[in-house]
């Protein structure tokens, strides 16, 4: 069973439309949504975390639509592009906030929290607050905080791009072995061509709120029919 499926889901929220979007995740796949600013993809991803119920079609987590399952049992991990760390606590208490909602004891969380610090690095920073921290450690926390809760499922909103080239070269090699490391999907957005097909397997290219086409990353530079895919792709004309 499919970790993520789309069946046929539209969504209007203000100006944006999303439109009949179909496709589905495969257990342990990292699958990259790509487009301009405008297109739909961080609503595609908020959609897929059950923050919107749907005005057509259907988002199935494990089978099950995700809006009907409780917030608690979805175990879906969320990174947002700006990080949203809780200024006001420590590395330590960020990445614990999750176990704190689901009532773990302090012994539990204080062992996963160390745990998962150390996988990703930032054991040394537990007692620091987001403030003191550089771009990069910002991001291992908010994936630490994510991770800790084992999700099936990790959404990523543009999560390399405020980073600088070599940190982005560091996490990116960490991020390629989440899917198998912690048994989970990887759902994430981007409009970085390179960083798409480094990491995904398979692509999705995504324009005014319509999925254009999905394709495997290899065969990402492939022309098609579609002038608009085309041109967004940077492929030009023969004529």
Do not use: W
């Amino acid at each position: 069973m499919n970790p993520l499926a789309f069946e046929n889901f539209c969504l209007t929220t203000g100006s944006m439309r999303i439109r009949n979007i179909t496709f589905a995740l495969e257990e342990r796949e990292m699958f990259a949504i790509l487009g301009r600013t405008g297109a739909g993809k961080t609503l595609l991803l908020e959609s897929a975390a059950g923050f919107y119920s749907p005005e057509g079609g259907h988002i199935l987590l494990y089978g099950s639509p995700v809006e009907t399952i409780p917030l608690t049992e979805r175990r879906i991990g969320f990174v947002y592009q700006d990080h949203a760390l809780f200024p006001h606590m420590s590395v330590e208490e960020n990445i614990a906030y999750g176990l704190r909602v689901r009532h773990e004891s302090s012994a539990e969380r204080e062992k996963k929290v160390r745990h998962i610090a150390g996988l990703l690095g930032i054991d040394h920073l537990l007692k620091n607050h987001p403030q003191t921290l550089s771009g990069g450690e910002k991001q291992r926390v908010a994936l630490a905080r994510a991770l800790v809760l084992r999700p099936r499922l990790l959404l990523l909103d543009e999560p390399f791009s405020s980073l600088d080239p070599a940190t982005k070269k560091k996490l990116y090699e960490e991020v390629r072995s989440i899917p198998q490391q912690f048994d989970c999907a990887v759902l994430f957005v981007t409009h970085d061509f390179r960083e798409a097909q480094m990491l995904a397997s398979r692509i999705g290219i995504m324009a005014h709120g319509n999925m254009l086409c999905i394709r495997r990353s290899d065969e990402l530079f492939t022309r098609s029919d579609n002038a608009e895919l085309n041109a967004f792709l940077g492929l030009e004309d023969d004529a």
